[in-house]
């Protein structure tokens, strides 16, 4: 995305306070943020950080205004969130509260999402094309993010080296490669699912197109 010349933000709602064992929480929050500001300086991305607590991330009325306030305020053309559907918690919630953000900013176009893109390319439907592409991703579709069934897979064949490079970058969550291996037996499998045609790919269930 930030190849192609557009501004791209990462939002972390939580700082991974928990996610080092051993560690003490604010020690990790700064370790873990210093991570996530090193891959967005790789990606060209701007990192934001909701702070919200590690493992305790629940829908909360002010953080689905701050994240409204954001969505109205740069005016997207893509977002792509957690599959609400998943057995973490954090993840859960995140997808909720972005959809819920997601309504509030752009009203009932989000039900207009659920038609067919063909449909809303009709004379007088464009309009409903102008706001942003909606989009989840698993964080493990057969295990982890519940009833996770891509729509769409993209080829990442060219990219694959410069996504492990931003795996890499957090390095207190990479432990031993855990991380990279990880990210590769997915990436491989979602490969499996084009038919052959690429070797690695990323899967999206897209609620709504992308206005590009």
């Not at 998943?86 to 995140?94: F, L, M, Q, V």
């Not at 953000?101 to 094309?129: I, K, T």
């Amino acid at each position: 995305i930030a190849a192609a010349g557009e501004r791209l933000i990462v939002v972390y709602m939580t700082s991974g306070g928990k996610g080092i064992a051993g560690t003490d929480a604010m020690d990790a929050i700064k370790i873990r943020e210093a991570e996530a500001r090193a891959a967005c300086k790789l990606l060209g991305a701007e990192p934001r950080f909701m702070g919200m607590e590690d493992g305790h991330c629940f829908p909360d009325e002010s953080v689905v205004a701050r994240l409204q306030d954001m969505l109205e305020a740069e005016e997207p053309k893509a977002i792509l969130t957690c599959w609400p559907l998943d057995t973490h918690g954090d993840h859960r919630a995140t997808g909720y509260m972005v959809i819920e953000a997601y309504c509030r900013a752009f009203g009932s176009n989000f039900n207009a999402s659920m038609r067919d893109p063909l449909d809303l390319a009709e004379p007088g439907n464009q309009g409903e094309m102008k706001f942003p592409g909606l989009f989840f991703w698993a964080t493990e579709q057969w295990h982890q993010s519940v009833q996770f069934k891509p729509t769409v897979l993209v080829n990442i064949d060219t990219t694959i080296d410069a996504k492990m490079e931003l795996i890499e970058a957090h390095a207190s969550q990479n432990r031993q490669d855990s991380l990279v291996k990880w990210v590769e037996k997915i990436a491989l499998q979602l490969g499996e699912r084009s038919g052959g045609s690429v070797r690695y790919a990323e899967g999206f269930i897209s609620s709504r197109p992308a206005f590009l």
